[in-house]
């Protein structure tokens, strides 16, 4: 009996459902990971890690990548089986052979490696955390469920049992919606997230003023008495403004060594100190940035030994 032979649409077909299937896998997994990272922070330890954004902007790109390839690849597989169910050959056809080997190998591999990694790290003593176990999970549910399913439809189940194929399609939908509206409750709604970038722009903002005070301090011994003195055409530094009113910061000296610099934010936040550059009051200690929704004023006052004029270094 001759071997059914590949169509285009075969070849094509398969192709692209295994393409936006391993898409959609590792977007669905990394999605996973970063409200893993969100709920339970552990960037030194975390072998899983792979840096860190406090604002957690992959999300939205995995998010879309989602929203767009779950109902791709869900069209693709029923319209793959249809034709199956037309045609009994098309499932002896080499690419489908190929692409449900593949898949099951890659499966089969990742389980195996997920379950490496618990056993190594259990051995060498490390700290089980929370978020660690928790994605070791996600790998190990995420690849048993692909392995399983590919292993039902190299036997063919899902052509015999159609319903059924539907139930686990509707699942899978289910699932992945469940998963992005999590991430609302979660890492937070677009909305929060754009605010909270704000926050941060506003933060470095200030910061940059704040620099600028002190370098202009250095230089004439004395604070300006208003942020137009900053500006600089030559040295190109332009007064920065709020990213989204557009409206100035507001600066005030103090006094001799002390000025204030004020900003309006619309989330509770603020900027580790260890990434800021701190003016160092007199009694040593780092101002921070941290803030709540509304306007902050931060304080700060130079320390002339450590900040010392040009001309006296």
Same mark, same amino acid.
Request: hydrophobic content about 45%; glycine content about 8%.
């Given at each position: 009996?001759?071997?059914?032979?590949?169509?285009?649409?075969?070849?094509?077909?398969?192709?692209?459902?295994?393409?936006?299937?391993?898409?959609?896998?590792?977007?669905?997994?990394?999605?996973?990971?970063?409200?893993?990272?969100?709920?339970?922070?552990?960037?030194?330890?975390?072998?899983?890690?792979?840096?860190?954004?406090?604002?957690?902007?992959?999300?939205?790109?995995?998010?879309?990548?989602?929203?767009?390839?779950?109902?791709?690849?869900?069209?693709?597989?029923?319209?793959?089986?249809?034709?199956?169910?037309?045609?009994?050959?098309?499932?002896?056809?080499?690419?489908?052979?190929?692409?449900?080997?593949?898949?099951?190998?890659?499966? %089969? /591999?990742?389980?195996?490696?997920?379950?490496?990694?618990? +056993? $190594?790290?259990?051995?060498?003593?490390?700290?089980? @955390?929370? !978020?660690?176990?928790?994605?070791?999970?996600?790998?190990?549910?995420?690849?048993?469920?692909?392995?399983?399913?590919?292993?039902?439809?190299?036997?063919?189940?899902?052509?015999?049992?159609?319903?059924?194929?539907?139930?686990?399609?509707?699942?899978?939908?289910?699932?992945?919606?469940?998963?992005?509206?999590?991430?609302?409750?979660?890492?937070?709604?677009?909305?929060?997230?754009?605010?909270?970038?704000?926050?941060?722009?506003?933060?470095?903002?200030?910061?940059?003023?704040?620099?600028?005070?002190?370098?202009?301090?250095?230089?004439?011994?004395?604070?300006?008495?208003?942020?137009?003195?900053?500006?600089?055409?030559?040295?190109?530094?332009?007064?920065?403004?709020?990213?989204?009113? %557009? /409206?100035?910061?507001?600066?005030?000296?103090?006094?001799? +060594? $002390?000025?204030?610099?004020?900003?309006?934010?619309? @989330?509770? !936040?603020?900027?580790?100190?260890?990434?800021?550059?701190?003016?160092?009051?007199?009694?040593?200690?780092?101002?921070?940035?941290?803030?709540?929704?509304?306007?902050?004023?931060?304080?700060?006052?130079?320390?002339?030994?450590?900040?010392?004029?040009?001309?006296?270094?």
């Amino acid at each position: 009996m001759d071997k059914p032979k590949v169509t285009p649409k075969d070849f094509f077909l398969w192709v692209a459902a295994m393409v936006v299937l391993y898409s959609g896998v590792f977007a669905f997994i990394s999605l996973l990971f970063d409200y893993i990272n969100k709920a339970f922070p552990n960037p030194v330890r975390d072998p899983y890690y792979y840096g860190y954004d406090p604002y957690f902007s992959n999300v939205s790109s995995e998010t879309a990548a989602l929203i767009v390839l779950t109902p791709v690849f869900m069209l693709l597989m029923r319209l793959i089986r249809r034709d199956m169910a037309a045609d009994a050959t098309r499932a002896d056809i080499w690419v489908r052979r190929w692409a449900v080997f593949l898949t099951l190998f890659i499966a %089969g /591999a990742t389980v195996i490696i997920d379950l490496i990694v618990l +056993l $190594t790290n259990f051995l060498q003593g490390e700290e089980m @955390t929370a !978020g660690f176990l928790l994605k070791v999970l996600v790998v190990l549910l995420v690849a048993g469920a692909g392995f399983l399913h590919f292993l039902a439809e190299l036997r063919g189940y899902w052509v015999a049992n159609p319903d059924k194929a539907k139930i686990a399609n509707w699942a899978v939908g289910v699932l992945v919606f469940a998963t992005i509206v999590a991430g609302f409750f979660i890492v937070g709604t677009p909305m929060e997230l754009r605010q909270a970038k704000q926050d941060a722009q506003r933060v470095q903002d200030l910061q940059n003023i704040q620099w600028q005070v002190v370098n202009y301090w250095q230089q004439k011994e004395e604070l300006p008495t208003n942020l137009e003195e900053l500006r600089d055409p030559i040295g190109g530094y332009n007064i920065p403004k709020d990213p989204k009113t %557009g /409206a100035a910061y507001t600066y005030e000296r103090t006094g001799n +060594l $002390t000025f204030e610099i004020c900003a309006v934010f619309e @989330t509770e !936040g603020g900027m580790n100190p260890s990434f800021a550059r701190p003016v160092m009051d007199p009694g040593g200690m780092e101002d921070n940035w941290e803030h709540g929704a509304g306007e902050k004023c931060f304080e700060r006052t130079i320390d002339p030994e450590r900040y010392r004029p040009y001309g006296k270094i």
